[in-house]
């Protein structure tokens, strides 16, 4: 499993690690979907296109996670999977997939308020990108 | 890192580089110890290294691990020199505390608990994603965020004494709509009248013992007489004013010179356009949060009747205060012998004003301002009141509740195999929740002790205790 979650006092996060930048910022958005429901009820039946920037790459993933958290917070809709097209340090473009919540399909765990960048910073140690993330639940 | 104790409810942090001002922590030897073990203090070094900060980097007793700030944090900055960061302020813009007393007694209600806290869980809207009785529409909401509880109270959601009793009466002024982006109006529109989940809820109880028969009686409160606490906030539309605003600093901060230890700390000079938008949007947040727990009590207000067959005057329920703990406002203080004009963050803190201070109400001006101090769900609450210590020492602040001591995961580990509801009903709790996962995450050993919080708070002088409320029913979003 390449992430990990931390337990916070008052919220919760996860620790999460990959070998390239790409997988690492798919992998915590799959995270931040297990952290919220049971990701293996979730069916693809959306598309949704994104694009983000971030003055660089540690603010691109907050800002990333932000808007995956949008579709939840603001749309009712969770995410199955996300496919990351284009990657640098500052944007980002992907394809996400998602269902909107059903309450007789979907289980909710965690209710996660917003994603903070406390202590966030990516940083790559031999061949591996590793972050934490803290939210605010 | 350097910690002496000053006093028994008093600790400092030296200053040091990069530090401002030193930090200083309102404590008690019970609770100490606890905090030292977090990276609590380091959180409040931090802060202590923001442009433009007044004297000190303070904590209250319930002091616990944020992000960028602490919460039980209070900061004060300088109107022209300083800063002002929506970190803190926290996501939760006007989370806040509302007490509503009742001319029912325990043994009126007894009879009826049951139905009462199943009625309140039935009708009052609460948990994740819930959505309000009223559906306003765009230009709506707007007049809310401008307005604040007052335009509610206009709708029939009150009486206009309500707002009399509501800290800054419900509406902070410079309240600006135009601030608040399309997201957070959208997310406020389906909102308005909600609990929330998580450490949110409404709360059932009698007041159990008085320490201040006269300050107690000024607050309308009785021995042995039902009350109603309300802890909620300004729902998604809070979050995302305050996300916007962060993602918005984040990105200009490093133009501004200004160097942040955490990014969570991102802040702008109160004095720029950016930091004045961030002022007025999170003004309209406060705003709504007054306006949310006014419809929550309006709601609460009607089951009460119905549930319990009784007419409004028959209940005589009515405001003893509305504070929140999540703000930031432009007062005055005095410091270093002269008033100045000043921005307190309070993050997990509420203002204690105290006797005579123009900010308060005719009802209790003369006794100072009444502070609710919520616990966990199984001990107490308390009532308390603002002092001249508060207005010396901490910008006339306090403490906010319990604090956490224990992760959620923790707690969840802790409450295995328990029926926590159970133990609870045999204290003389009843409690409704929408999952076991709320309740185990917010399980009273998961909270300091709010007793030994509001014997630190009252020890150094900074609120004084009134009242204690026991509860004796809970619901939880």
Redesign the interface.
Known sequence: MPYE?I??????GIRVWAGTPTGLFAEACRAMFELITDNYRVTPVKTEKLSVEG?DQ??LLI?WL?ELL?LW??D?ELVASAQISELSDTNLRATVWTQP?DPEKHV????I????????EIICRHGHWETSV?F?? | MEINKINDYLWEIPQSRPMNVPARIYSSDALIEAVKK?ETFKQLVNVAQLPGIVKYAMAMPDI?????FP?GGVAAFETENGVISPGGVG??INCGVRLAATGLNEKEIRPKLADLATAIYRDIPSG??STGPLKLTEKQLKKVLSQGSPRIIDQGYGDAADADHTEEGGCMANADPGAVSN?AV??GRRQLGTLG??NHFMEIGVVDTIYDPAVADAFGLRPGHVTLLIHTGSR?LG??V??DF??AM??KV?QTGIRIP???L?CMPINSAGGRAYYNAMACAANFAWANRQVLMHLARDVFMETLDISPRELAMHLVYDVCHNIAKIETHVIDGRQREVCVHRKGATRAFAPGHPALNRACRDVGQPILIPGDMGTASYVLVGTQEAMDQTFGSTCHGAG???????AKKAAKGRSLAQELEQQGVLVRASGK?TMAEEMPEAYKNVTEVVEAVHGSGISRKVAKLRPVAVVKG
């Not at chain 1, 909710?108 to 209710?111: A, F, G, Q, S, V």
């Not at chain 1, 308020?113 to 966030?120: D, F, I, N, P, S």
């Not at chain 2, 616990?64 to 960028?68: D, E, R, T």
């Open positions: 979650v337990d916070h006092t008052a919220d919760t003055i540690t603010d800002n932000r949008m917070s603001a009712r919540f909710l765990y965690t209710d308020k917003a994603v903070t960048y406390h202590g966030a803290i605010d639940v | 977090e616990h691990w944020g992000y960028g919460i996501y939760d994740v994603g997201r959208e997310r989940s998580g998604g979050h995302q305050c996300d962060l993602a984040t990105k490093h955490d990014r969570q991102a956490r001591v224990m992760s959620r995961k923790a996962g």
